[in-house]
């Protein structure tokens, strides 16, 4: 049944089963944010993570070399940026929060999409992303302070994050999914073992590591403890990221990105389930205009094929 599936359809699968993955996994990542920094907490699941998708990518005797040198690089540049500038923001505020600022990534695709490819969006895609947004600022709600610059960051990372996305399915189709997550996770590993290491080196301020550890913190010695939490977290990214790379492989980014609203869905439950936290009424109404922007687009899609 799953091969008599459009590549569309199968996309879509693939994200949205990878993207509720991720609200999982990044709900685990509050465990360990008072005690490392982000280069650090991205430098250990680096390790742990490639080493998983090297034993994978053995078993099913693929390629963790990449073919597509230029693309890759490109992507990885991006897709790096983006989920440094997300994590740093994730324990300054809400979990939900932080992924609804991610989660304007959709309108930066349609506008990139349009602007630099000529690619036509139609009535119901727009209209669909419109809903989407709604529901993003619903569960967001900023404050009558207005936005902060940690409210910026996950917005920044939700533009880096939907360039990522369109060079995978422009560029990246024929290259091994596998090849695509590791150059990633050597790149953010490294990038965050760099930032790690300037920050011991050049310590900041006191008082920026009392208002924010998890962005200023230098090396920590850590536990076992933390090794189990990260090995969680690296299975949880793993396994999603390999799907979500596979999605963009199938589907056209304007189209997939939609499902993506699916993790405000799985991280909500998460942090209900972990944390406590529960949605209040302007929440839910973002909730249904999210999964209601994801029925527009399927049946724009299924129209259109």
């Known amino acids: 049944m799953f091969d008599r599936l459009s590549d569309a359809s199968k996309g879509a699968l693939f994200l949205v089963s990878g993207i509720s993955i991720f609200g999982f996994s990044d709900n685990l990542t509050l465990l360990v944010s008072d005690d490392v920094s982000v280069g650090q907490f991205h430098f250990s699941r680096s390790l742990i993570a490639m080493f998983m998708v090297m034993i994978v990518a053995r078993l099913f005797g693929m390629s963790i070399l990449p073919k597509l040198w230029k693309p890759i690089a490109a992507r990885t540049v991006f897709m790096v940026t983006s989920m440094l500038l997300y994590f740093s923001a994730m324990p300054m505020m809400p979990i939900a929060e932080a992924g609804a600022g991610l989660f304007t990534s959709p309108i930066f695709v349609l506008l990139f999409s349009a602007v630099l490819f000529n690619e036509r969006i139609g009535f119901r895609r727009i209209l669909a992303v419109a809903m989407g947004s709604t529901g993003v600022w619903c569960v967001l709600q900023p404050g009558v302070s207005g936005v902060t610059i940690y409210q910026l960051m996950p917005i920044l ?114 942090s209900w389930l972990f944390w406590h936290i529960t949605p209040n009424a302007l929440g839910v109404v973002g909730i249904v205009l999210i999964i209601a922007s994801g029925v527009i687009i399927t049946l724009a899609q299924r129209k259109s094929i």
């Open 157 to 270: 990372a939700g533009a880096c994050y939907a360039v990522g996305s369109i060079i995978t399915f422009r560029y990246l189709q024929d290259e091994s999914a596998f090849a695509i997550l590791f150059s990633f996770l050597v790149a953010i590993g490294l990038s965050g073992a760099l930032i790690t290491s300037v920050l011991t080196v050049f310590p900041a301020s006191d008082n920026l590591i009392a208002t924010a550890p998890f962005l200023f913190n230098g090396w920590q010695t850590v536990d076992a403890q933390y090794w189990l939490y990260l090995f969680m977290i690296a299975l949880g990214a793993t396994v999603a990221l390999s799907l979500m790379t596979r999605a963009y492989q199938l589907a056209q980014t304007s189209y997939a990105a939609v499902f993506e609203y699916a993790y405000l869905l799985s991280v909500s439950y998460f």
